[in-house]
């Protein structure tokens, strides 16, 4: 070999940016969409400016409307106006739809929605004067609705498959026929067509209700900020950065790809795209780190499932929970730190151990970018994100901090940035993907809403509350149980958004008369919700990664649930004890003491699951007792994890007494089993 070529230095890795080509930010997970040309994008672009526009008037008190003070109700129907017939262009409404032109039928149901959203718009003030919304609403009021009802039936199914209209629908029409026998238990007032369809309309607990206020109050503006970051290369930047801090580490490929797309995921806040970006970066690099592709797209599937658990910009899911619990977003951004922590910190253990046990080597440093150059270029990023956590942890303004955060953004970006400064191209680009993104959500959150409606106004909730405490004995532990698996079920065939809507409604209300605590219940069916996203036979974040990878995809998923299965166990963990939800007395110093806990048994949890204990060593080395070891590991390290008090009877120093006698003696036969064998083949070697 010629010396000049022994001596030449490692080429580094360069990391493009991952969202450029990325068309919006994915809520229901609808591949098959039209792309609109010409006049129709101009619209789009037109309406999502509109709505930005109206959302910021109506958030800082702007009075873009002169001598006019528009209620909220007339806001939100003025949302729906403009984004809701986008549905139908965009979205097809069959396999067989034509994709390079809008059929006359779509455009036809997009006038239709347009003028219904317009005329309830225009009555919805006298609707509140004269409560036409509980009985008397004109008939053509009626109509109107009528023809908004079916609009939103089609529009959740082109959005969510119909697997989340035949969810949705039934109940939506329950009112009808809710005092019928058959029903049992969920008997309740009925109604007639003219009275349920004026409450689903015009009243405030149904269409317009939770999910659009907190879509026309909050996602709005988060959602601009994700996208204004997608699109000034902040992908780039947390890429780098990912390789630069976590590369040469031990299957170093592996934690940046969990660094990386928890990053990622902490601003977007969505699973499926966050495996479309990340994943074409460091899925390849996983491969060729020596991980099997299905492994590598499973540990990019968990990792992106983290985009809907970390704060500050977390799922649309959770904007409804604020709503929900009539709190502040801020809240539930802080309730989710320590659970968002536990579960990255197991998927970090799982892969240090997997690595360990297959002799995974980290990436030369040689070939990584350096951290203080990643810094130099990106730094912008990293205040404009404080910026945001301060706005909102200490001055609480959760609808204004995004906006601000943006605008900083845009700034920094055009000053100091040469590759990704904005152009009026990068403007239209840039409400073109906003305006498909907030069509997506509209058409699941406005159709979600009828089922609050539904359930409100047959009064049905609290007799249903009894029954379920009833039938689970007023068991705390077995009712998690039923919620955990109906949650599971749920989300098999639902969004994370909608399934988490079908349980606020219908569980949490027994969690909570059980003494739960209301923070927990509902962080509890969310973080079940969205399990179906790693969880066979449904798994769209396994099956997205496993298309990358090129991975069977049923593999992919099993691998899925084996890498993230920490995450089945930590909701519990949070609701036995709320501390781990910063909720109840000194939250603080008691979340991060149980934190550490639970943090020090997912390590044995994952040395059992994976077949390496940290400080042990391989544990095929313990012979024909590794799996008895792996087993006991685990179950040591579960009880070990688990939160002592509350609806537990055992305290926690018996549950970490409890932990320890399991896990002492196996972590010490481990060893000496280890050992020993490690022994054997230096005395063969030896003379």
Known sequence: MPENAAAAPAKRIEFEDPHAGLDNLQEAEVTRVRTLRGVWRWALVVATAATILLCINQQFSLRFFIDYTQLNTEYFYLLIALMLPFTFLIFPGSERAPLNRIPWYDLALAVATFAASIWLMLNVRKAAQYGWESDGAPRNVVIAGLVMWVMLMEALRRTGGWSLLLSVLPFTVYPLFAEASWLGPFRGSQLTLDQTTAYHVLSGESLLGIPIQAFADTVIGFLVFGTALMMTGAG???????????????????????????????????????????????????????????????????????????????????????????????????????????????????????????????????????????????????????????????????????????????????????????????????????????????????????????????????????????????????????????????????????????????????????????????????????LSSITPPVAIASFAAAGIAGSPAMKTGWESMWVGSIIYFIPFFFVLNPALVMQGPSPYLAGLGLMALAACGTLFICGGIQGYQAFVGDLRGAGALEWPLRVLLVIGGFVLATPGGGINPLSQLQVSLLGLAILAPTVLIALLLVRRQALVPNQLRAP
């Open 236 to 530: 780039k930047f947390f890429i780098n950065l990912a390789f630069a801090l976590c590369g040469t580490f031990r299957g170093g490929a592996a934690k940046v790809c969990i660094f990386a797309s928890g990053l990622l995921g902490m601003m977007s806040g969505s699973i499926v795209s966050n495996v479309l970006t990340a994943g074409t970066m460091t899925i390849p690099v996983m491969k060729k780190s020596g991980f099997r592709a299905s492994y590598a797209g499973a540990i990019e599937a968990c990792a992106s499932t983290g985009a809907v658990l970390a704060p500050p910009v977390m799922g649309a899911t959770a904007f409804v929970i604020a709503q929900f619990l009539n709190i502040s977003y801020a809240e539930v951004a802080v309730a989710a730190i320590i659970p968002a922590a536990l579960y990255y910190v197991g998927l970090f253990m799982q892969v240090d151990s997997y690595a360990a046990r297959h002799g995974l080597k980290g990436i030369p440093r040689a070939e990584l970018p350096r951290v203080m150059d990643t810094i130099k270029n990106g730094w912008y990023y990293v205040f404009v994100i404080a910026l945001l956590i301060v706005m909102l942890l200490y001055f609480k303004r959760e609808s204004h901090a995004p906006f601000y955060a943006t605008a900083l953004l845009l700034v920094l970006n055009q000053i100091f940035s040469k590759e990704s400064r904005w152009t009026l191209g990068t403007i239209g680009k840039f409400l073109e993907v906003n305006g498909r993104t907030f069509v997506e959500l509209v058409g699941i959150l406005a159709g979600c809403g009828l089922l609050i409606g539904a359930f409100s106004m047959t009064g049905v909730v609290s007799s249903l509350a009894n029954d379920l405490l009833t039938l689970a004995g007023d068991n705390a532990f077995l009712l998690l149980v039923m919620c955990a698996f109906t949650s599971l079920i749920l989300g098999l065939g639902l969004t994370t958004t909608a399934c988490y809507i079908f349980l606020a409604i219908l569980v949490a209300p027994a969690l909570e008369k059980l003494g739960l605590n209301r923070m927990a219940v509902h962080m509890f069916i969310f973080y079940w919700g969205m």
